[in-house]
């Protein structure tokens, strides 16, 4: 009996242990990051100060501070409920942002709303990101707090090497319970005899084709979503500069958004209507510009596209481009001393490693960038129905791209993503002609029966949208 007790005990122990794993899982505003991106960000501005669809989110606890926290989770998770019934800190906020009703997200647990606000009040005082990213820590502030899933490991370790233990007790105790009692048994296996029993062997290629199926799905959903990603381009565009500091339209570069599926990069002619009068950059002089004059083959020195460019040798190129190069650092520094002979060395360097590779032997020819957006071939998306007819801002999907010095992939662009934004936004239909024949809505929309039309409520949902 006393080992059936011993036995319930330690199992009782290994039960309780196993329930209180999920309070290792504390809120982190690295989980609020990507919910805020997953639930908020196609209303809410990211930088938490500024209005967008939505009101600034920084400071969210200090206007609610009159009421028990539970309230904001509340209003968080299904703002609605809130409101109907009359509390007043909703009602307020409600009728402040012209009663757009904001979709409710009932599955967020305490830990996730916790979560989000940690990461909208760093992100407010900006303790998070930034401050992160000095420290050494990784882009975005990325495991700031460590990772969960190494405590989930180490206890998983602890109970198969406890549960090994236990069975190696129980069977002894057993053995040792029927000799007492008389009878003939056989010694209790060995504890590798019991690893590579066949009852062992079984749960071990189970778990195996669970594990196996559980990380094929993850990757499948995964597929080609590389939220971000920020590849190196052949050339450092800043779009801080660009769009940032000179407020150059996305559009101008982009054109293709307004009028066609796809945004297109730019060609390098669209660089050259500004870059024929701005040749010396203002951040890295001639090194970077150099690489879009010798890839269309524009002559600085003489302010001329050369004639027979394409034949040109790598060796006469290079005298055209050292030449400007050395002439713009003499009419800096006074004379070309060994300091600009080697800026000419490296520059040179840079244009070859920039516009040659292994599938492009010659300097002549388009810049090869680097696509950092790139759905997969089952989404349809086109550009110039959400830019165009649905009036969306690029900073929506895109992040603000004019703080951006390298480009990266900002939303995750998911599926649910999607989805949301379309469940979540209002159609523009006033002075819009693309929505003309939607005469029921226009007709609710004058007579107040409604004051919002979704693009949920156009059909946005429908599979054939964007899986035709």
């Known amino acids: 009996m006393i080992y059936k007790f011993l ?26 990051k990507t919910l805020f991106r997953n639930y908020c960000a196609s209303c809410h501005n990211k930088n938490m100060r500024q209005a967008l669809t939505g009101p600034a989110l ?19 998770r299904n703002s609605q409920a809130l409101i109907a019934a009359g509390h007043p800190r909703a009602v307020q906020v409600y009728n402040e942002n012209n009663k757009v009703l904001m979709q409710a997200f009932p599955n967020l647990t305490d830990e996730d709303v916790a979560s989000l ?5 760093g992100v407010y005082d900006g303790t998070y990101g930034v401050s992160a990213t000095v420290a050494g ?75 196996g199926g559980y990380t094929t799905v993850n990757n499948a959903i995964g597929l080609n979503r590389q939220q971000d990603y920020q590849p190196e381009q052949p050339i450092k565009f800043s779009h801080a500069t660009h769009a940032g500091l000179h407020q150059i339209d996305c559009q101008y570069c982009h054109d293709g958004a307004r009028r066609s ?19 010396v950059g203002s951040e890295y002089g001639t090194g970077e510009l150099v690489k879009v004059f010798a890839s269309i083959g524009y002559d600085p020195s003489k302010d001329v596209y050369i004639e027979n460019y394409d034949e040109l040798s790598e060796d006469e190129i290079k005298q055209i481009y050292t030449t400007w190069i ?8 006074g004379q070309l001393d060994r300091r600009g002979e080697r800026t000419m060395d490296e520059q040179w360097d840079g244009i070859v490693n920039s516009l040659t590779s292994e599938t492009k032997s010659k300097i002549q020819g388009p810049i ?15 550009h110039a129905q959400h830019v165009a007819v649905g009036k969306v801002e690029c900073q929506t999907c895109h992040g603000p791209v004019e703080e951006m010095e390298v480009v990266k992939q900002w939303s995750p662009l998911s599926m649910g993503w999607c989805i949301q934004c379309h469940r979540e936004t209002e159609v523009q239909f006033a002075g819009n002609p693309y929505y003309a024949s939607y005469e029921q809505y226009h007709e609710e929309l004058k007579a107040g029966t409604r004051d919002r039309v979704t693009v949920e409520e156009i059909g946005g949902l429908e599979c054939q949208k964007c899986h035709y």
Not at 60 to 75: H, K, T
Not at 327 to 332: C, L
């Open 368 to 382: 090869e960038w680097v696509r950092i957006h790139n759905l997969p071939d089952h989404a349809y998306f086109n």
């Open 7 to 32: 036995l319930i005990r330690l199992s009782s122990a290994i039960l309780l242990l196993a329930l209180a794993t999920p309070a290792v899982a504390q809120p982190s505003p690295d989980i609020g």
């Open 58 to 76: 920084g400071g969210i606890e200090e206007r609610w501070a009159d009421y028990p926290i539970e309230d904001l989770y509340e209003w968080i």
């Open 117 to 121: 606000l940690l990461y909208i009040n």
């Open 261 to 279: 599926k796809h945004s297109v990069i730019p060609a390098t002619n669209t660089c050259m209507n500004c870059h024929r009068a701005v040749k």
């Open 326 to 333: 050395a002439n713009e650092y003499v009419a800096e520094h």
């Open 137 to 211: 820590e990784g882009v975005g502030g990325a495991d700031r707090q460590g990772s969960n899933e190494v405590y989930y490991y180490i206890i998983f370790g602890f109970l198969l090497v406890l549960a090994l233990v236990l069975a190696r007790i129980y069977n002894n105790l057993k053995y040792l319970a029927a000799v007492k009692e008389g009878l003939d048994v056989e010694a209790p296996p060995s504890i590798w005899a019991t690893l590579t029993s066949k009852g062992t062997i079984s749960m071990i290629i189970f778990a195996l084709v669970v594990f």
